[in-house]
């Protein structure tokens, strides 16, 4: 007979929550049991029980004397079991895994923390498509790490984290570490809890400085911009009505970076749409661009060129409001008709 007392089930059965304890006991009864006697005392049976589980010492299974039971051996086929299990719990829990993508990371612990879709859908927003397709080449990184040296995922803590970071420290420069971390702190945040943000890792960050301090920016080229203007009034460059297509875009563009000063990836990301405001030229981007300068407290505004006012018949050569007018008439132009939304088409910023 198996029965079921109030206790901690184990773990070995499956749950892992306040439950139902199974106890295993032979109650054999005989055919044709003494007559009860008046001075027999009550016995205790023998019992078998789960590791862990509560004793029944001081319980009588006899509590009147009715006489005493012969014990013989009960059949097993005769044992009626009584099962404990609820519907739906498996037997032994599935290995913790973390997800090969780091965005399916990110929002599974999104979710396990409550929020709704519709938050979901404005938090994942939260990096750029760049800034996303860095993060997941130093997450991959991290499960290979794991993988290499067998490490559980449901084991990771910040020891772990540490001494992967530390090993890329021999190959990496500090600001790639500072990527690296960057790109594990949320996923193992909301996923499993696991905050990076402590005084050991200021330790180490601090240790990784000034073991390798960063070095400074690359020097941009020196040339000298007399010389560029010099070439960009004569040919190739011009006359711009006649001039190649390759030379027209280059000297468009030069004069676009010159007159905006603005990112290279401001300009690659324009469109044949702009707008005129006073005496300036605003050139609009892209739908769905946003500037490398954008932030929740700074919105920069599209670039702008204006004309450029020299006295003389040639005075208009470097003009970027003249160069911007010859371009938009060869780009409208009936060889053309294969355009993308992209002002500077064929180019992409790579290739301007």
Known sequence: VHLSLPGQVSSRLGCFRPGLEQLEFHLPVPPDPDPPRSDQEAELLPRERFPGGSFLGDRLL??????????????????????????????????????????????????????????????????????????????????????????????????????????????????????????????LLFLINLELDCEEMVFLRCGFFNANPPERRAPSAVWSLDVVLYYLVRGPFEPLESTSWRFLCQKTLLLFLLASGRRISDLANLSPSFRWEKDRLFLLWRDGFMSKGLNMDFRPEPPSIAKLAIKGDRGDLLCPVRAWNAFRRKRASPSCLTFKDGFFWPFNQKTL
């Open 62 to 187: 006899v509590s009147s004397p009715h006489g005493k039971v012969s014990r013989v051996d009960s059949p097993s086929s005769e044992v009626c079991s009584v099962s404990v299990h609820e519907p739906g719990i498996a037997l032994a829990p599935q290995p913790f895994s973390l997800p090969a993508d780091r965005m399916e990371a990110v929002r599974k612990g999104l979710v396990l923390r409550g929020y709704s879709g519709d938050a979901l859908e404005f938090m994942l927003l939260r990096h750029r498509v760049s800034s996303q397709r860095q993060y997941q080449s130093c997450w991959l990184k991290f499960l290979e790490h794991l993988g290499d040296r067998s490490i559980a995922h449901d084991a990771i803590t910040r020891d772990v984290v540490f001494n992967f970071l530390a090993l890329l420290a021999k190959t990496k420069k500090y600001r790639t570490l500072s990527v690296y971390k960057c790109a594990l702190r949320h996923p």
